[in-house]
């Protein structure tokens, strides 16, 4: 992954996705070589001369100021995530420009046995643990019963872009397949802007880009996105369909790991569907457990 290369390919497809009249500019007509906004658009609203911008857009990203990305957000119209991307882009940028900054950010593969205690006690609902490359890296017995497909692969870690893109049970899984993919291309995509330099992060995406027409095109759209909450529709292998809603939690003592917690309305059918796979996971041994050798490896 080149930063530079990511900077260009970021900045271009945000001002392609906007027309003048969308940011108040006057459209006089006449055919447009580019889709979307003309660079000096972009650079007359972010208040910066046309060659800052060339320059910026080009991937150099040397000595940018905090001011200056504040202007460019507001002319390309970032969401918070995208802010945040943009902000992760550049860093990367100048830390790669000193030789003496260049470290790669750790990444976590097992969580601290306190923590695996806590999710234990959760019996109720599901919980994973998940690091930025979509690893699972913690899990408790509901988790492991709702995601049992996500389990029974060799490959391991369980890792959710791998399964959504590579299994052919992910389809029938997840009822909005298409929203998914999205989203966990939008999350890697996110990562990859904070860790350019995660090896494991790089052969992943290698991986789906070879192995996945639509994951590759996804990628190419420089989309990220927040994991916070919102509602997966699935279909359970025993107990059929369940629309869960999540709430996603930064783990605070453990750089970069989230944990997601997935509840169904009272009283709906889906809490009904998962009472009986909390029935189901309590009673088989293997899915009552985390197998340490899963939690604990790094791919």
């Known amino acids: 992954m080149d930063i530079r290369d990511d900077i260009r390919e970021f900045l271009t497809t945000r001002r392609a996705r906007l027309t003048p009249a969308d940011v108040g500019l006057p459209d006089f007509g006449g055919r447009r070589r580019v889709a979307g906004l003309r660079r000096e658009e972009v650079a007359l609203i972010a208040g910066m001369s046309v060659e800052y911008y060339v320059r910026l857009e080009r991937g150099n990203a040397t000595g940018v100021s905090e001011s200056v990305l504040e202007g460019i957000a507001r002319a390309l119209r970032l969401d918070d995530a995208e802010v945040q991307h943009l902000h992760d882009l550049v860093r990367a940028a100048n830390d790669g420009a000193a030789p003496g900054r260049r470290r790669a950010r750790p990444r976590t593969h097992a969580i601290r046995p306190g ?3 806590l999710l234990d006690a959760m019996h109720g609902i599901p919980v994973v ?3 930025g490359r979509l690893d699972v890296v913690g899990v408790n017995a509901l988790g492991r019963a709702l995601f049992s497909e996500l389990f029974d692969s060799p490959r391991q870690p369980a890792n959710f872009a791998r399964y959504l893109f590579l299994d052919p049970r992910a389809p ?3 009822r909005q ?3 998914a993919a999205q989203q966990i291309v939008a999350l890697l995509r996110a990562e990859a802007g904070r860790a350019p330099r995660d090896r494991e992060l790089s052969d992943l995406v290698g991986e789906l880009a070879t192995c996945s027409d639509t994951f590759r095109a996804l990628w190419a759209s ?6 916070r909450t919102g509602v997966k529709p699935v279909t359970h292998p025993l107990v ?7 709430e996603a939690l930064d783990v605070s003592t453990e750089r970069g790991l989230q944990l997601i917690a997935f509840t169904a309305e009272p009283g709906s059918a889906s809490d009904g569907a998962l009472r009986l796979l909390a029935s189901w996971a ?5 899915a009552a457990s985390v197998d340490s050798r899963t939690a604990g490896t790094g791919g």
């Open 115 to 117: 923590m695996q205690q």
């Open 129 to 131: 643990v998940q690091n």
């Open 172 to 174: 029938r899984f997840y």
């Open 177 to 179: 397949w298409d929203d």
């Open 222 to 227: 420089h989309d990220v996105r927040e994991h």
């Open 240 to 246: 059929g369909e369940i629309d869960l809603s999540f």
């Open 282 to 286: 309590a009673s088989e041994p293997a």
